[in-house]
């Protein structure tokens, strides 16, 4: 049976897009990166993601499906992007703009500074079926958006989107209330009804559309790989979100309370998707295959010993538990942050695959990767 693959990249800012970088690099020294049949993201995951979609073509694959030009062409644009703050200058220019809100500033120097034009069609038909996810502040559904069309299931869907991937990651990224919302505005004729749009018939509702982070309603990005009936062999997991923080002392003004209320439902959201996919994971017949499907998932608060595999590249520390904690932001990550976060990505990818889904690489990568930011080895 042909493996069908899907990969889920999750949010968290420039801490997510450096450590999914580390973690797709070891995916694709594992060949694994032209068996992927699709590819979901939110908020800062979108960022790595989407780049790669649109230098696919540009990526060398060796008769072993390995990338020999990955760093070059992938990695060290990102790196460099990285180094760089957006956010201060989107808020302080978004602010007091006539025309622009804050997640139309931030879509904007992702443009000028990453993505330099490129467009969502630009994305070959050969490559992997990307989705982008985001939220829509007016019916408060995940929306899709990919080459083929843009779909929120309560208003329709609107085909084959002329959009700069810029526009896309800035609104998978428009994370509330600062960054959000990115304004979308789309020709009312041309969305398609579909099955259970109950509110196609609100023309304003498919005319301008009010956007916010992919996170706010599925930050794994999970909902599109683990829906279906079988449409997916193997799902791995790559989650940049940091635990919930347990403390002792609240504060219990109203701003506080409800801080912490959001934090406290976004917890409870994640968990229940990943309870749902570990679940699934574990889910065998007699003869010891997956039901649903197999994969893995490797979360950045992850606790690499907690594998009990003998070969990773790495046991815990201090060092490796405090990288949950890198802050969100968008602004410049230093040489160090990024080698860690590249190489705890790698890392955990590197053992997760190499002890859950030993049966998709070749046999002969199935060997213990080697650091791609050797002086920030962990």
Request: glycine residues 8%; positive net charge; charged residues 20%.
């Amino acid at each position: 049976m042909e493996n069908k693959i899907g990969l889920a990249v999750s949010g968290g800012g420039y801490r997510a897009t450096l450590y999914s970088l580390g973690a797709i690099w070891r995916l694709n020294q594992f060949g694994l990166l032209p068996k992927l049949k699709t590819v979901t993201s939110v908020s800062g995951g979108s960022i790595t993601t989407a780049y790669l979609a649109i230098k696919w073509d540009q990526l060398h694959f060796n008769s072993d499906d390995v990338a020999t030009n990955f760093d070059e062409v992938v990695a060290l644009p990102i790196q460099r992007f990285c180094s760089r703050t957006i956010d201060v200058e989107s808020v302080l220019s978004g602010l007091f703009s006539l025309k622009d809100t804050v997640g139309d500033k931030v879509a904007k120097a992702y443009d000028k500074h990453l993505f330099k034009e490129a467009n969502i069609q630009d994305i070959p038909n050969h490559a992997p079926e990307f989705i982008f996810y985001g939220t829509n502040y007016q019916t408060g559904s995940s929306i899709r958006i990919q080459k083929s069309g843009i779909t929120d299931y309560k208003i329709g869907k609107y085909p084959v989107p002329d959009l700069p991937i810029a526009k896309v990651v800035g609104i998978s990224s428009a994370f509330p209330p600062v960054l959000s919302p990115v304004t979308l505005k789309t020709n009312p004729n041309l969305w398609e009804k579909t099955q259970y749009a109950d509110y196609f018939e609100n023309p304003s509702l498919r005319t301008k559309l009010q956007l916010t982070d992919g996170g706010l309603y599925d930050n794994l990005g999970l909902e599109a790989l683990t829906k279906g009936n079988g449409d997916f062999t193997h799902v791995i997991a790559c989650d940049a979100g940091a635990p919930f923080k347990v403390q002792t002392n609240i504060k219990t003004n109203h701003v506080s309370q409800l801080l912490r209320m959001t934090d406290l439902m976004t917890d409870q959201q994640r968990a229940l998707r990943k309870r749902k996919l570990i679940s699934d994971y574990k889910k065998l017949d007699g003869q010891g295959q997956h039901q649903v499907y197999g994969g893995t998932y490797f979360g950045i608060s992850t606790k690499i010993n907690n594998y009990d595999f003998t070969d990773s590249m790495t046991t815990d520390s201090d060092l490796t538990a405090n990288l949950k904690n890198f802050r969100t932001r968008l602004n410049a990550f230093s040489a160090e942050e990024q080698g860690r976060l590249i190489n705890w990505g790698y890392a955990l990818s590197d053992t997760a695959i190499r002890k859950w889904v030993r049966e998709l690489p070749a046999e002969k990568l199935l060997v213990r990767g080697q650091w791609p930011i050797m002086k920030y080895a962990l």
